[in-house]
């Protein structure tokens, strides 16, 4: 058991409590993707990727030299 009293126990808890709330968004978004037909989870899968890319992806207007 962890001492609640030592300094950095709220950080962890946060950080714990927002892994958990990310596990659960995967978990309810897989219910909805079990009933998918092939066609569905492909367009999911372009969706996805597109997404991931805006948020993570390299700007490529950054790389250019004008």
């Known amino acids: ?18 892994v958990k709330y990310q596990k659960d968004l995967v ?3 897989m219910t909805y993707v079990i009933k998918m037909d092939e066609s569905g989870i492909t ?8 997404e991931y890319e805006r948020k993570y992806g390299q700007n490529k207007k950054d790389n250019l030299v004008l």
């Open 27 to 29: 978990k309810s978004a």
């Open 43 to 50: 367009d999911l899968m372009i969706e996805i990727e597109a």
């Open 1 to 18: 058991m962890t001492d609640q009293t030592r300094w950095g126990i709220d950080q962890v808890q946060v950080r714990n409590k927002a």
